[in-house]
């Protein structure tokens, strides 16, 4: 349980970073597989899913809410030594994703996708947005815009490589709805529950639109998942393996010392362990869900299998 918990708090966190991906902490934890079966089979299965889900859930608003200040302050002043953190923990879980490929046979087609979706991640990283700060003037067509975003943030978080955050900030909602988050949590501990009502109306909208997306592509994953293992691994690993660039490309350069190198070499390090840590073990954890669906059909590659 407390292992699940402090996984959802990494993939929390991961989501309010622009430039981290949610989808690349899942891979890398080793937990990908067994959350798109949860989600996917949240109905047919609701009590196994609710219990998986649950500790993730619970975790991932805590790296949400508790931290969000902390991970603003450590980007604003050790820009670096954080973004290497993160990348230690990419590459510190990538073994799992590179075993389930190597028990298959790749084709040219396989190395095409992973090559494509790496180029992607780079393509969108080298052309990241500029936000568009302010605030969110409440009506219900904002409302209705709130739940939008909440969708394709949210879809965009499954799809490992992809900052779900980068595409609010591309979108131009990424620090009003992180202002109405900062001010739900400072309404409600310093007393002004006004102000924390306030911000559920924008909060609300954004969160059904969040669950909406995380359900449908989940849905899509996982049937790509079943039918084409092979393609879309390795596409997935295209997309991890660019991250860290990605990463990097985004991440103020600016007056690094040779103090502030090692240091990120030390936050890297700590990272890699940390992710290595976190996914001893999952291939157990996640063997009973990545099955394929009722009905034994087998998973079609073609030639990749």
Same mark, same amino acid.
């Given at each position: ?5 402090? =996984? ?21 934890? +080793? ?34 809410? $508790? ?57 969108? $990283?080298? !052309? ?6 302010? =605030?969110? !003037? ?43 988050? !900062?001010?739900?949590?400072?309404? %409600?501990?310093?007393? !002004?529950?006004? *102000? ?18 995380? &359900? ?16 879309? &691994?390795?596409?997935?690993?295209? *997309? ?7 990463? %990097? ?21 700590? +990272? ?8 001893? +073990? ?24």
């Amino acid at each position: 349980m407390l292992n699940q918990l402090l =996984r959802g708090v990494v993939i929390g966190i991961a989501n309010i970073i622009p430039g981290v991906s949610g989808g690349t902490m899942m891979v890398s934890m +080793g937990i990908y597989d067994t959350l798109i079966h949860c989600i996917t089979h949240l109905f047919s299965d609701f009590r196994r899913s609710v219990k998986t889900l649950l500790p993730y859930a619970v975790g991932m608003l805590i790296g949400i809410f $508790a931290l969000a200040s902390l991970l603003t302050f450590c980007f604003q002043y050790y820009p670096l030594p954080t973004s290497t953190a993160f990348i230690g923990l990419i590459l510190g879980g990538l073994s799992p994703l590179i075993h389930k490929i190597e028990k298959k046979r790749v084709n040219a087609l396989a190395i095409t996708i992973f090559l494509a979706f790496f180029a992607l991640i780079i393509v969108m $990283a080298l !052309n990241t947005p500029a936000d568009v700060d302010g =605030r969110v !003037n409440v009506s219900v067509w904002e409302m209705i815009v709130l739940l939008v975003m909440g969708a394709i943030a949210s879809a965009t978080m499954l799809i490992p490589g992809v900052s779900g955050s980068m595409v609010l900030m591309l979108l131009g909602y990424y620090r009003p709805v992180l202002a109405s988050v !900062n001010d739900f949590k400072d309404g %409600l501990l310093g007393g !002004n529950l006004a *102000l924390a009502a306030r911000q559920l109306l924008i909060l609300v909208p954004f969160g059904i639109g969040v669950l909406l997306g995380i &359900y449908f592509v989940a849905k899509a994953i996982g049937y790509l998942i079943r039918r084409w293992p092979t393609y879309t &691994y390795c596409g997935v690993l295209g *997309l991890v393996v660019a991250s860290p660039i990605a990463i %990097l490309l985004g991440t103020d350069m600016s007056g690094v010392s040779v103090g502030i190198m090692l240091a990120s070499v030390g936050t890297f390090a700590a +990272g890699f362990v940390l992710a290595a840590w976190l996914a001893h +073990g999952s291939a157990e954890e996640s063997a009973p869900q990545a099955e394929p669906a009722a009905g034994g059909n087998a998973p079609k590659d073609g030639a990749a299998q």
